[in-house]
């Protein structure tokens, strides 16, 4: 053989060898990056028909914020807000998950999603020191609305500081088309000092082995949802709200008063609803899906119904416009 076919053919096989490992690395064409949205938005229903790979990109970020006014806690968050992202997939997507851990960082963060069928929910495998990233996948086997939260030990802090959010696994068929969708997140904060006390409040672990909270809130802080940060809404339309609680102790008894839900799909199954029900219980670490049509105008109130948490801060408000309805709803003196 002469000299230049012996050059050659090493050549050629090394090109074969980076053009194949080329192939395996090249994104795949169906993959996607989720579109990730804060509470109180929702990511757009998903129109695809088939399958595909999904990356979601997550970053643990540990910060201070308002917990109330005047009140300043160090959150343990996702992508720097309380609650995390609104995560959408599809059933039979493949999900892959790519954690940072932000170089800031004091402790380990990982993440637990109930939606992962396998050991932790992912959280063996996805565990990360501060300045790293961790990558996995998952495959959506069960549609239906899930809690994701961290579990580095000690689980109960990483859960109380902030770290949680939903993940929606669509069914293949998608859910009914609503009017508005609104993504609203229940959970506690445990400060050592009372509620109220101005500034700088740190994380009392033994108040949350007690279960006793200081703030019971939505969306991460007092009066998230009033004021400018109200749900809004017009008669005439259905509303869907995906209601998560992130514990860590507590129950929920989600009730939006003067309004009954049409259908409820309780701790998230979207296999069928349950009609004309007036409050759902929400367990720690589950979620539910509330829909109702509008048809009287004015201010609702959303609660946790153990009533006595108003005054800790479950409160938020859906503002509707519209005509008046006084064949349904009037003063008469």
Same mark, same amino acid.
């Given at each position: 053989m002469k000299t230049g076919a012996l050059i050659k053919a090493p050549v050629a096989a090394v090109s074969l060898f980076f053009l194949a490992v080329g192939l395996l690395l090249r994104p795949s064409a169906a993959e996607e990056r989720a579109k990730l949205t804060f509470a109180p938005e929702v990511p757009p229903p998903i129109t695809r028909t088939q399958p595909d790979l999904v990356v979601v990109e997550l970053e643990a970020i540990e910060k201070r914020g308002q917990l109330a006014d005047g009140v300043e806690y160090e959150f343990w968050t996702f992508n720097g807000r309380v609650p995390g992202p609104f995560i959408r997939v599809r059933v039979g997507d493949t999900v892959e998950i790519r954690l940072k851990n932000h170089k800031d960082n004091k402790v380990a963060h990982t993440v637990d999603l109930h939606s992962v069928t396998g050991p932790g929910g992912g959280a063996h495998i996805l565990m990360t020191d501060p300045e790293k990233e961790s990558v996995a996948r998952f495959k959506a086997l069960n549609p239906g609305l899930y809690v994701y939260h961290c579990a580095a030990p000690p689980v109960p802090a990483h859960i109380a500081n902030g770290l949680y959010g939903l993940i929606l696994v669509e069914p293949k068929k998608g859910l009914s088309k609503v009017?508005?969708?609104?993504?609203?997140?229940?959970? %506690?904060?445990?400060? @050592?000092?009372?509620?109220?006390?101005?500034?700088?409040?740190?994380?009392?672990?033994?108040? $949350?082995?007690?279960?006793?909270?200081?703030?019971?809130?939505? /969306?991460?802080? !007092?009066?998230?949802?009033?004021?400018?940060?109200?749900?809004?809404?017009?008669?005439?339309?259905?509303?869907?709200?995906?209601?998560? /609680?992130? $514990? *860590? /102790?507590? !129950?929920?008894?989600?009730?939006?008063?003067?309004?009954?839900?049409?259908?409820?799909?309780? %701790?998230?199954? !979207?296999?069928?609803? @349950?009609?004309?029900?007036?409050?759902? &219980? #929400? *367990?720690?670490?589950?979620?539910?899906?509330?829909?109702?049509? &509008?048809? !009287?105008?004015?201010?609702?109130?959303? #609660? @946790?119904?153990?009533?006595?948490?108003?005054?800790?801060?479950?409160? $938020?408000?859906?503002?509707?416009?519209?005509? %008046?309805? *006084?064949?349904?709803?009037?003063?008469?003196?």
């Open positions: 009017d508005r969708e609104f993504y609203v997140v229940q959970s %506690e904060f445990y400060t @050592d000092g009372e509620i109220g006390e101005k500034g700088f409040q740190a994380f009392s672990s033994k108040k $949350g082995a007690v279960e006793r909270p200081e703030y019971v809130v939505f /969306n991460g802080r !007092v009066d998230s949802l009033t004021g400018k940060g109200a749900l809004k809404a017009k008669v005439g339309e259905t509303v869907r709200i995906y209601f998560g /609680n992130a $514990g *860590p /102790n507590l !129950v929920s008894s989600f009730h939006v008063i003067g309004e009954i839900f049409d259908r409820v799909y309780r %701790e998230g199954a !979207v296999s069928g609803p @349950d009609t004309n029900v007036q409050t759902t &219980l #929400v *367990p720690a670490g589950s979620a539910s899906i509330g829909e109702f049509k &509008l048809e !009287v105008p004015g201010t609702y109130i959303l #609660v @946790d119904h153990s009533i006595f948490r108003l005054d800790r801060g479950a409160a $938020g408000v859906l503002q509707v416009e519209g005509p %008046e309805a *006084p064949e349904i709803y009037k003063k008469l003196k």
